[in-house]
């Protein structure tokens, strides 16, 4: 099946830092990608939609300047945490497909971010 | 009321029991129904999806869609310990690459 790589896979940084994620799909085009925050316990949040070149579209309540999100290439998004604080603190995963209606969403293994 | 309910468990059954998830939704929109087997810590992957009503199966699993009753069922024949993992349900009215609306996931430990 597609494989989708996150980095890192866990990092812990100060409040007030950013902290950039990166999201892979390693053996397809994404033409779409997703990202999702998961709290312990709690189900997966979809944060954003980001196709490749567009802006991405944010789901109500998501900071879009707090959560910046570039979609630069077929393969490769990126989201950036900006002046992370401790609520901040979550399992960000992201997920990616081919964009065709029904295609899947292949997830990547996620993102720990522990921000003290 | 949330879009989509699941009972979070934790369910703990004996090796070779069946085992019966559900989710409950309220949106009449939805179209498309997953399920999704996620590891601790790691990214959910797809166990099987199912459009508009209807049962499937695939192996030792089987997914049921009631849309008259906004109700989903994912079982489990013959459970193994491997099959001990979090079972997440998600729906999209669009499509399996589009929007996914996640239930909170169902804990299932499967016991020697």
């Known amino acids: 099946g597609a494989v989708v790589s996150q980095h890192p896979s866990w990092v812990i940084c100060k409040s007030g830092t950013s902290v950039k994620i990166e999201c892979r799909s390693l053996?397809?085009?994404?033409?779409?990608m997703f990202w999702y925050r998961q709290f312990p316990k709690k189900s997966l949040m979809l944060m954003a939609t980001s196709n490749e070149g567009s802006k991405a579209t944010y789901e109500q309540g998501v900071e879009k300047d707090k959560f910046l999100i570039n979609h630069a290439s077929l393969t490769l998004s990126t989201l950036t945490v900006t002046s992370a604080h401790p609520e901040d603190s979550s399992f960000y995963i992201c997920s990616a497909t081919p964009g065709l209606a029904d295609n899947e969403q292949f997830f990547g293994p996620g993102t720990r971010l522990t921000v003290l | 009321q949330k879009e989509v309910e699941q009972d979070p468990g934790p369910l703990s059954v004996p090796e070779g029991a069946i085992v019966s998830l559900n989710c409950t939704y309220s949106n009449s929109a939805f179209q498309y129904f997953m399920w999704y087997r996620q590891y601790s810590r790691k990214g959910p992957e797809l166990l099987m999806y199912t459009y508009s009503s209807g049962n499937k199966e695939d192996g030792r699993f089987t997914a049921q869609v009631d849309k008259s009753s906004k109700y989903i069922s994912l079982f489990i024949r013959d459970s193994q310990p491997s099959d001990s993992a979090t079972y997440l349900c998600?729906?999209?009215?669009?499509?399996?690459?589009?929007?996914?609306?996640f239930g909170t996931g169902t804990r299932l430990q499967v016991t020697l």
């Open positions: 998600a729906m999209s009215a669009t499509g399996t690459a589009s929007k996914l609306t």
């Open positions: 053996d397809f085009q994404a033409t779409t």
